[in-house]
Every structure is written in C-alpha cells, then in structure tokens.
C-alpha cells in the first residue's frame, strides 16, 4: 500500500510563461473526471519566470534556459513528483537533455498532440501549425507530425511575426484581447490553405484564441495545453493509487 503522504504527484516544470502553466492547473482541475476534492490529481508545480526566453536561446540571441530547467526538475523530484510536463512548447528542444538529468519521464507535449488529434479521429491529413519560430524553425512538430502520416502547413516568415508573435507577446503581458485580434487571421489564412486541425503549437496561443470563439472556424483546433492535460490524466489513471 502506498504511504499516505506519497503516491503518483504529477510535476509540472512551469513559469514559461506563468500565465500558461496556471492555465494548465486550471484545465487539470476541470478536464479530471472527479467527483470531490480527493479524486483530482495530486500536483507539483514549480513556476520560475525567470526561466530565460526559450526561442531567443535557440535562434542565439539570449542565455541558455538549460539551467534554469535544470534547477526547476531537481526541485520537483525533491518534491515527489513521479513524472514532468512542461507547459511550453519550446522548452521541448531540450527535451534530450532534460530527458538525461533525470530518471523521471518527462511526458513530450507534441506526443500529446498528436495522440489528442487522433482521439478526435484525425489520423492523416493537412494540419496546420501555429507556434514561435524557433519551434517552427527546428521542425519540433513537423518531424513528429510528418512521422505519423500528417502533412504540416505552417505560415510564411511574415505571417510567423504577425500572426504567432504578436499574439503570444500581448498573452505573455495578459493583453488577451489583443492577443485574439492578432490570432484570429491567422487561423483564418491555414483554414483558407486546406488545413484540417490547426495546432496551437505555443502555449501562449490557447490564451489568445480561447475556447468559446474557436467554433468559428468548422474544423477541430487542437490546444497544446489541453492536449498535455489529458495526457497527464492519462498518465495517471495508469498509476497504483
């Protein structure tokens, strides 16, 4: 039997941005099928913002966030957690080398989506991709994507700026109504190229683009923070309780 004060705690390696990792406490608290206070998901959450710019490391422009990743998992296991999830989708370049700090698994966010846009059915096709450039750049999801029989449609240079970085710096400042004006076209241009799901592959985009408004568009939008959630609760139904 497990001890009382032990058991399956989920960790979450947070702060990138902040916003986002306290959206996914928010959605892991509404998506678990729980009926009191003690059927939810026991959670670690280790949220430091000062964590450095993730795509300004990778396009060379900004300090290495490996470190501060680093500090962040060695404090979650510390704390019991008994697997991570990182609510950012550009922290996932190093995931090889977060992988290699740790014995714990670490649940890989575009895995999550993909296994959540196959739950809704969508098993080949078109998909289009919205995410920082650094993500877009170092083919994160398209390799994945691709690996599973999908064709990837993601915007050109100036759509990236206007349509993906724009909206994700106003959700990081918490302008959310800003951040949909600027997101909204850009989901707009990948419906009208054929795409058949668009991920929102930045965990900033699902706070710019949120939920009630996606019915706009007559196809699935498959949210990156969502997708992580139920892949956690996944995680976890599996545990010994």
Same mark, same amino acid.
Request: include cysteine.
């Given at each position: ?5 032990? +058991? ?49 490391? !990778? ?10 990743? /680093? ?7 510390? #704390? ?17 080398? *977060?992988?290699?700090?740790?014995? /714990? ?6 895995? #999550? ?11 080949? =096709?078109?998909? +289009? ?11 994160? !999801? ?6 599973? =029989? ?12 206007? !349509? ?9 400042? +918490?302008?959310?109504? #800003? ?10 241009? $990948? ?8 991920? *929102? =592959? ?6 710019? $683009? ?32």
């Amino acid at each position: 039997m497990i001890n009382t004060f032990t +058991g399956p705690f989920l960790g979450i390696l947070g702060g990138m941005g902040p916003l986002a990792s306290a959206t996914l406490m928010t959605r892991l608290a509404q998506l678990t099928p729980a009926t009191s206070d003690q059927e939810h998901i026991p959670s670690i959450l280790w949220s430091d913002p000062r964590t450095p710019s993730r795509p300004a490391a !990778y396009l060379h422009q900004g300090p290495d966030p490996l470190p501060w990743m /680093l500090n962040g998992i060695t404090h979650l296991e510390h #704390a019991g957690a008994k697997t991570i999830v990182i609510p950012c989708n550009t922290a996932h370049l190093w995931f090889d080398a *977060l992988c290699a700090h740790t014995q /714990l698994p670490i649940i890989h966010i575009v895995d #999550a989506v993909i296994q959540n846009l196959q739950d809704q059915g969508i098993r080949s =096709g078109r998909i +289009g991709l919205m995410a920082t450039s650094a993500t877009l750049a170092s083919m994160l !999801y398209q390799d994945r994507l691709h690996a599973h =029989g999908y064709e990837c449609l993601t915007p050109n240079a100036e759509e990236i700026e206007k !349509y993906c970085s724009v909206p994700i710096e106003f959700a990081k400042k +918490g302008k959310l109504d #800003a951040a949909q004006r600027a997101v909204t076209p850009g989901v707009t241009t $990948l419906f009208s190229r054929g795409a058949q799901a668009i991920i *929102l =592959g930045c965990t900033e985009l699902p706070l710019a $683009l949120p939920h009630p408004v996606r019915n706009f568009w007559d196809i699935p939008i498959i949210d990156s923070i969502d997708a992580l959630t139920h892949a956690a609760i996944r995680w976890y139904t599996q545990q010994p309780h």
